[in-house]
Structures are given as structure tokens and as C-alpha cells.
């Protein structure tokens, strides 16, 4: 099959979400004889991504800014897809809603993640939320296949829309001897510490870690935070008070894969605050690699730990006494880490996840 995939940022990505989904599709895809078009933004392409049997990547023109760079480059990759006789398309993000008319005046089946709630993430004004709930309209009324990452996410497509999905969840490694190289490269020692991977954005609730960092004082461990924002971000202020504090250590948007591995392997206690998404990307990897892990209690969440006592409510009190019972119970934080390993070996396979998405691509073009 020729297959094409629209909406990332391209192939190879560093970032979460369905980025991370792309970089392990992609091989998947062109390892079982497949021809893959990746479409990209001429920021992520990389001169020295190494070249793969069976992988194009075609970078289109698009505005880099904020609220228009994703359909902007939408745009323009669908517009360059209609004419290049591909059998199916993966599509990622609702924004690129708008443009599926022109891939189904091609004849071009798409099959779309819907991924999370973007017309409710607090990053975006009202504007923005109101473009990106139309552009689920648009991906409800002309997608041929949904596909919801979660079950809850899929019950609400189902609700709002009127649309079934296919559920087909992210993956994740599971990872047992990441060892620690290279934390000494970050300035970690032997001391304990709390990590937070998000973006620094309101639905991922940094600021909550912060809050309950602070009302734990003295009895905090140390806060490693990794994640930066888009343009200014009141947040950045505060975080780089508390580094000046020895409170924190932010490291901002890390690219190494390896570091990201030993961070959630040698943490004391993962938080994940993210509010709005359907199965996170994050909250899998830190799950495999054995990060003693408590979530925002969301029904997103909830879903994936099956564990009602991993969750914490959204108020500093809350967290700080979550916190402060996994930091000082070894034994809690090494059942919790055996306990993610094991739920993402027998849910979350990569492996399962990329054949499932082949799957679904193969009917699509059966029923074409």
C-alpha cells in the first residue's frame, strides 16, 4: 500500500502525542513492505535523519505561528496529497478537519486520531476553541474511520457527534535496566526528587505540582520539571524563581530520549497532571520505564491505572499528602512501579498498537 500521514510535525519527532505515535508507525509501516509519505513542517525536518527504505518525507509551506501553523500546514500537505495516487491517509489533529473535503474529493480514505479535547485546552482563546470544535465537526461529518485513543475519549466522539471510533491507545516500552549516566549531566545525585513532563500549559496543571511542592517545605523532595511553553508563559517566572531556591531543577523541553528514560526510572514519584487528553503518551512511558506514578483523577487517567488510589483530587492538600506518602514508603513506590510495568506489557504494546493502525488502513482500502 502507499500510505500518507498528515497533522504531525513530521518524522522524526521529539515531542509527545501523536508525534510519538508517528515515530513508531512509520517504521512499522515500511518494515512490513509498505511505501510511506510522511508530511512535514520545514522546522522538524532534520538533515540528519537517517534515510529509510520505503519512507518519504515531502515538507509543505505553512504560517509558524501559534494558532496557525497546524492548519496552515494542513492545508497545504492535503492539498499535495490529493494528487500523489496514495491508497489511504492518516490524519492527526481535528484541526486538519477542514481539510478533509478535499482529501475525500480525491477518493483518498482517511482515517483520523482524534486524540484529545483541544476545544478545551486552556492554551487557546475562545477563538481557537471555537475553530478547533468546528474542526471536530468537520472530522465527524468527513473522516471515514475515527479513531479514539481512549474509551472514554471514544463515548464522548460518540455523544457530541454521533460517530463511533476505532479504540486503538498509544503504546509504550517497558524498560527495566535504564540505568542513570545521565542524570549527573542535569545535576542529580542520590537525593530523591519529583518529576513533572508537560508542557507548560494550563490543562497539564504544573502549577498544582508546584503549589503542593511548597506546602510540603521542607519535607519536599526536589521538584525536576521538563517542559517548556509556547512564547512567554507566566509559569517560566515562577519556575525560575524556584530553581534560583534550589527547589526545582527545570530542564525545559528535553530531546534526549535516553534522559527522559532515566528521569521516570529513578524518580521517587512521577506526577501527572494532564487534564483534557485521552490516553497520554507520558503517563505510558513513565508507567514502562517504572516511575512510581499518581495522576490528576480524571476519567482519562483513571482509565489507564485502574488504581483509585494512585489518583489525587486538584488541590495542593491533596497532592502534597500523595506526595508525601510515596516519597517516604519505598516499598509503596516499588509496588507501583512493578504495577505500570505491568499494565502497560499487557495493554499499552507498540507493537500491538502499530498493527492494529495497519489494520484499520488495510480496511479502508478494501473498502475503497
Known amino acids: 500500500m502507499k500510505l500518507a500521514i498528515l497533522g ?3 518524522y522524526p519527532s521529539t515531542y509527545s502525542g501523536y508525534e510519538t505515535l508517528v515515530t513508531h508507525l512509520v517504521p512499522h509501516f515500511a518494515e512490513r513492505g509498505h511505501a510511506v509519505t510522511v508530511y512535514c513542517r520545514e522546522e522538524v525536518v532534520a538533515d540528519h535523519a537517517a534515510p529509510m527504505a520505503g519512507v ?3 515538507t509543505t509551506r505553512g504560517w509558524n505561528t501559534k494558532s496557525l501553523s497546524t492548519p496552515s500546514h494542513g492545508l497545504t500537505s492535503s492539498l499535495d496529497a490529493m494528487f500523489r495516487g496514495f491508497d489511504a491517509a492518516l490524519v492527526v ?3 486538519n478537519g477542514f481539510w478533509l473535503p478535499l482529501l475525500r474529493a480525491a477518493r483518498l480514505p482517511t482515517a483520523v486520531n482524534t486524540d484529545g479535547l483541544e476545544w478545551q485546552r486552556g492554551k487557546w482563546n475562545r477563538l481557537a476553541q471555537k475553530v478547533f470544535r468546528l474542526g471536530a465537526s468537520f472530522t465527524a461529518a468527513h473522516a471515514n474511520e475515527l479513531v479514539a485513543d481512549s474509551t472514554v475519549m471514544r463515548a464522548i466522539w460518540r455523544e457530541e457527534f454521533g460517530r463511533d471510533s476505532t479504540f486503538i491507545p498509544y503504546g509504550a516500552p517497558v524498560v527495566t535496566d535504564a540505568g542513570r549516566d545521565e542524570l549527573g549531566a542535569v545535576g542529580l545525585d542520590d537525593r530523591p526528587f519529583l518529576l513533572s513532563v508537560a ?3 494550563p490543562e497539564n496543571n504544573v502549577d498544582l505540582t508546584l503549589d503542593a511542592l511548597e506546602l510540603l517545605g521542607d519535607d519536599a523532595p526536589l521538584g525536576v520539571i521538563v517542559g517548556s511553553g509556547v512564547g512567554s508563559v507566566p509559569l517560566e517566572s515562577r519556575l525560575e524563581a524556584m530553581s534560583a531556591q534550589g527547589r526545582v531543577v527545570w530542564l525545559g523541553h528535553v530531546d534526549n530520549q535516553r534522559l527522559l528514560t532515566q528521569l521516570w526510572a529513578n524518580c521517587s514519584v512521577y ?3 494532564h487534564s483534557v487528553g485521552g490516553t497520554n503518551p507520558s503517563l505510558l512511558q513513565a508507567l514502562g520505564a517504572g516511575a512510581p506514578t499518581i495522576a490528576l483523577g480524571t476519567p482519562f487517567n483513571a482509565e489507564v ?3 483509585d488510589a ?6 495542593p492538600e491533596d497532592l502534597a499528602r500523595r506526595i508525601g506518602e510515596v516519597v517516604a514508603d519505598r516499598e509503596l513506590g516499588a509496588e507501583l512501579a512493578g504495577r505500570g510495568r505491568r499494565e502497560v506489557a499487557e495493554r499499552y504494546s507498540w507493537n500491538d498498537v502499530c498493527d492494529r493502525y495497519l489494520e484499520l488502513l488495510e480496511r479502508l482500502v478494501a473498502a475503497r
Do not use: D, E, K
Not at 494512585?310 to 488541590?315: A, F, K, R, S, V
Open 8 to 10: 504531525s510535525r513530521g
Open 56 to 58: 518519504r518525507r515531502i
Open 93 to 95: 489533529n481535528i484541526a
Open 199 to 201: 508542557r507548560l500549559v
Open 271 to 273: 506526577v501527572h497532571g
Open 305 to 307: 491505572l485502574r488504581n
Open 310 to 315: 494512585q489518583l489525587y483530587g486538584p488541590t
